[in-house]
């Protein structure tokens, strides 16, 4: 998307403000032949060009059938070897220690449980494997949010994760601010395509762009499970 710069991975169909340099530093923690995790994949953007760049086995996890099956056409258009499958990050159907790399990409704010979530991560991940993940701080409550915390950090440290990044992500509030205002420009055009009515797109948009108020960062973090 125009407003979002040069740093827009465009052909990924990605639905987040994932940059190519965030892009890079995720492959940077994946070596050839790992197995790779994205929860909250999405369309499956992210994970697969992260898979591909690093010659990984992606496996992409996400709520939503609809953005699975376009995740599952994505990987086969990119050639990248993935599979998909239906999961949450309350309970995600993986095995324990079966991952080289757990990523996830704008998507943790979703989950109800931010605790129970970071258990979860950590669950998966090999002894010695990583976990790089962005998302939002907040300092208050968005509405029609699940609960929101100041710092994840202690969460990560607590689920038996060492923190070895946590930084704050370039320009993050200025592409917030931009992209919630582009798609409440949008909105009748986007709820007509989505069969919704557009007094309930707006509201959520509205919602979303006043989210960005409560924001303290938005930021990338990289941690170790010890071995
Ligand atoms: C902003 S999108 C990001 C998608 C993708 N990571 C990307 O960068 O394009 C957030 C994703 O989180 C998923 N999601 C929401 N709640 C979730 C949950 N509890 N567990 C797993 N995924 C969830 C949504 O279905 C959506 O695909």
């Known amino acids: 998307m125009e407003a979002l710069g040069d740093e827009y991975p465009a052909g990924l169909d990605t639905y987040s403000f994932v940059s190519r340099t965030e892009l890079r530093e995720f492959a940077a923690q994946v070596a050839a032949g790992d197995t790779l995790?994205?929860?909250?994949?999405?369309?499956?953007?992210?994970?697969?060009?992260?898979?591909?760049?690093?010659?990984?086995?992606?496996?992409?996890?996400d709520?939503?059938?609809?953005?699975?099956?376009?995740?599952?056409?994505?990987?086969?258009?990119?050639?990248?070897q993935a599979a998909f499958t239906v999961g949450s990050f309350e309970s995600p159907p993986l095995r324990d220690a079966t991952a080289d790399v757990v990523m996830t990409v704008d998507a943790f704010l979703f989950t109800p449980d931010k605790r129970a979530g970071f258990t979860e991560l950590a669950r998966v991940l090999r002894p010695g494997g990583r976990l790089a993940m962005t998302s939002w701080d907040y300092d208050g409550q968005p509405r029609n949010r699940p609960p929101q915390v100041p710092d994840h950090r202690p969460l990560a440290e607590e689920a038996g994760l060492t923190v070895l990044r946590y930084d704050e992500t370039d320009d993050w509030l200025r592409r917030c601010q931009?992209?919630?205002?582009?798609?409440?420009?949008?909105?009748?055009?986007?709820?007509?395509?989505?069969?919704?009515?557009?007094?309930?797109?707006?509201?959520?948009?509205?919602?979303?762009?006043?989210?960005?108020?409560?924001?303290?960062?938005?930021?990338?973090?990289v941690a170790e499970k010890p071995r």
């Not at 995790?37 to 994970?47: A, Q, V």
């Not at 697969?48 to 010659?55: C, E, Q, R, Y």
């Not at 709520?63 to 990248?80: E, F, S, T, Y």
Request: with cysteine; glycine share 12%; aromatic share 4%.
């Open 37 to 61: 995790i994205d929860l909250g994949c999405g369309r499956g953007g992210p994970g697969l060009w992260v898979a591909g760049t690093a010659g990984a086995k992606l496996v992409g996890v």
């Open 178 to 221: 931009v992209f919630a205002d582009f798609l409440l420009e949008h909105a009748d055009e986007a709820a007509a395509e989505a069969g919704m009515p557009t007094s309930v797109l707006r509201a959520a948009l509205r919602d979303m762009r006043d989210s960005t108020d409560l924001m303290t960062r938005r930021f990338l973090l």
């Open 63 to 80: 709520l939503a059938q609809p953005a699975l099956a376009h995740a599952r056409r994505l990987a086969d258009r990119l050639g990248v």
